[in-house]
């Protein structure tokens, strides 16, 4: 089991290679981004750990770029940024698993395991079905290239539908995708929603990407319609 460890505080870097060796992984280093990003898409290797401050790259950008050039190698953050929003930057932009400093190793060993044994499948961080694209990180959606704007209730439930595409999503499934299990209000509010949408991503470029599927619930066709 072959892993890239990218971390530019050398002491950890070593301690970590050393741990993880005597658990069987053989580890290679890099202390930039930039190198990171490099040995990453030049060599095969079953998980990345990449850290989040990093000179040169950010481990935000590394990741970005290796999801951009269709690298899908697992990666773990490995940081001492412990804000929800950091972590949430981190999957937004293809991350599979985030683990703050001070940790444990055995934890740390445990988590590159269940990456490895789960694959390196496709995980675009920009969302696409036909011409209409999505970017979680960026919070923007696309048809053909042209911008869309959208609400962020909006984006929520494009994001969900995306997701999904090819799909049949019910209502319910859309309210606990979205707002969340315990909502109580009127489950109408989705159809209100998907017609928002229908009007922004659909009409003015002539589509029907978003159809009802009667007594069952919505589908975004992957084709983008």
């Not at 951009?68 to 190698?73: E, H, I």
């Amino acid at each position: 089991m072959r892993v890239l460890l990218v971390e530019d505080e050398e002491v950890l870097a070593k301690t970590i290679r050393q741990a993880l060796h005597a658990d069987g992984f053989a580890v290679d280093l890099a202390f930039c981004g930039t190198e990171g990003l490099w040995a990453a898409r030049q060599t095969r290797y079953d998980v990345v750990v990449l850290d989040i401050m990093l000179p040169g790259l950010n481990g935000y950008e590394v990741c970005r770029q290796l999801r951009a050039s269709g690298v899908w190698t697992p990666v773990l953050m490995l940081t001492a940024k412990d804000g929800e929003f950091d972590e949430a930057d981190a999957f937004d932009l293809g991350a599979d698993d985030y683990l703050t400093k001070p940790f444990s190793f055995v934890v740390l060993v445990a988590r590159l395991r269940a990456l490895i044994r789960r694959g390196a499948p496709e995980r675009p961080a920009v969302l696409t079905a036909g011409d209409l694209s999505l970017d979680p990180a960026r919070q923007a959606v696309a048809r053909g290239g042209e911008p869309i704007p959208l609400t962020p209730r909006e984006f929520s439930v494009l994001h969900f539908l995306i997701r999904h595409r090819g799909d049949v999503v019910s209502r319910t499934q859309i309210l606990e995708g979205v707002w969340d299990a315990f909502y109580d209000g009127d489950s109408n509010v989705v159809e209100v929603y998907i017609g928002y949408l229908r009007r922004k991503i659909d009409q003015p470029f002539g589509r029907k990407a978003i159809t009802t599927v009667r007594g069952a619930g919505y589908r975004l066709a992957a084709d983008g319609g």
